[in-house]
């Protein structure tokens, strides 16, 4: 029985926070991206998503390895990956009417010994052009590009180009045979903005580390409960099927959204979400009950998070601290979750609990930094 090790969830292509690669594509290139994983085995599998695509990608060959230096592989660790027996496959674009579930291509598995906490090394060649590529903005970790077919080569030269973002990559399972995962589902809080890149600080890197579980990552930077956006992926009453409760190995949901619902209309910061709809604290709850409600219909236990203070923040002012105060309180108080995860009191300054406690704080008001991710990390191991 395999096991989801990693994820990240999918995104249309577009500018994003930082440069990336995700309009322009690939041709005659290959894309070498490191994942770390948060259960170990001795076969492996990839996941691939082109959810967002227009037209099909064929992947003339693909590998994957244990994370040496940089772009380069464990000497000796490098296994081709397959695709239902074949060296290539074609990762067709997901259509609502399409037969092709969520625009996916799941390689084979193949035998690699993976300990939790390890990194792996995924290479994916195109030999003809992808267009557009469906890809999650802000990995926090370094990714590679070089010219040719380098999904055979260990070494790292001729991967002359990086990225910080991961492209049609979406999964990696293990055979740990385990059904006691954990998935974190929010914005770019959970996804780790504010930890150290390439550290592996963010708090489900954390969480993995002090419980032993596997820890799934389904934030997305600026993601909302309630709308769409064109850089912020899809709302999460809608996605939280394709990036949680599809993915194997999952028995518990822990929810922290709506940040961004409440804070987008305060700030002038964010010229790709205007208007940004006003939201009142009824609608966010609406929405959260249609988590609750999918996560249960799939069996999952589904904790819930109070939002972490934000005052001081470009996404603060007075109908936002109204809001998110009545947010909470309902988190909190209506027993609607199956339990309470308050990350909010957690991580308050004492002097002024709508602030972040100063230490916790990686500078801009809103979000953690590594300190503040490890006390996430460890009220949630508390919960669990």
Not at 71 to 83: C, D, I, K, Y
Not at 89 to 118: C, F, I, Y
Request: no cysteine; charged share 20%.
């Amino acid at each position: 029985m395999f096991t989801t090790s990693w994820t990240a969830s999918p995104q249309l292509p577009s500018e994003g926070f930082t440069p990336n690669w995700s309009r322009e594509g690939f041709w005659r290139q290959s894309l070498r991206q490191v994942v770390r994983l948060s259960a170990g085995g001795g076969r492996v599998r990839v996941r691939l998503s082109h959810a967002y695509g227009t037209s099909p990608v064929r992947v003339a060959g693909a590998s994957v390895g244990r994370t040496a230096d940089g772009a380069a592989v464990e000497p000796g660790s490098l296994t081709r990956l397959t695709f239902g027996g074949a060296a290539q496959g074609v990762l067709h674009p997901w259509r609502a009417s399409g037969t092709t579930a969520r625009g996916e291509l799941v390689s084979d598995d193949v035998p690699l010994a993976v300990a939790a906490g390890e990194s792996v090394t995924v290479t994916l060649h195109f030999d003809s052009a992808t267009g557009p590529a469906t890809f999650h903005a802000q990995a926090f970790t370094t990714g590679y590009r070089g010219e040719g077919d380098r999904s055979a080569d260990p070494g790292a030269e001729g991967f002359d180009a990086a990225t910080e973002s991961w492209y049609f990559l979406s999964a990696v399972e293990v055979d740990a045979g385990r059904t006691d995962a954990v998935a974190l589902f929010g914005d770019s809080i959970t996804d780790g903005f504010g930890s150290t890149p390439g550290a592996n600080r963010r708090w489900s890197d954390v969480l993995a580390e002090r419980t032993g579980r596997p820890v799934l990552n389904a934030g997305i930077g600026g993601n909302l409960l309630l709308n769409d956006s064109a850089w912020y992926g899809e709302k999460g009453v809608n996605r939280l099927r394709r990036d949680v409760l599809d993915r194997s190995g999952v028995d518990t949901l822990v929810v922290l959204l709506g940040l961004n619902d409440i804070g987008f209309s305060e700030t002038d910061e964010q010229p790709t979400y205007k208007p940004a709809p006003v939201v009142e604290a009824g609608e966010l709850i609406t929405g959260h009950r249609e988590l609750i409600r999918q996560g249960r219909a799939a069996g999952l236990t589904v904790i819930g998070a109070t939002l972490l203070p934000f005052g001081g923040s470009d996404h603060w002012g007075e109908r936002a601290a109204k809001v998110s105060h009545e947010l909470n309180e309902w988190i909190r108080s209506s027993g609607e979750y199956d339990a309470v995860v308050d990350l909010n009191r957690a991580l308050a300054d004492p002097a002024d609990p709508d602030r972040l406690r100063p230490s916790y704080d990686f500078g801009d008001h809103l979000h953690p930094n590594d300190a503040g991710y490890e006390v996430m990390a460890e009220a949630v191991r508390a919960a669990l």
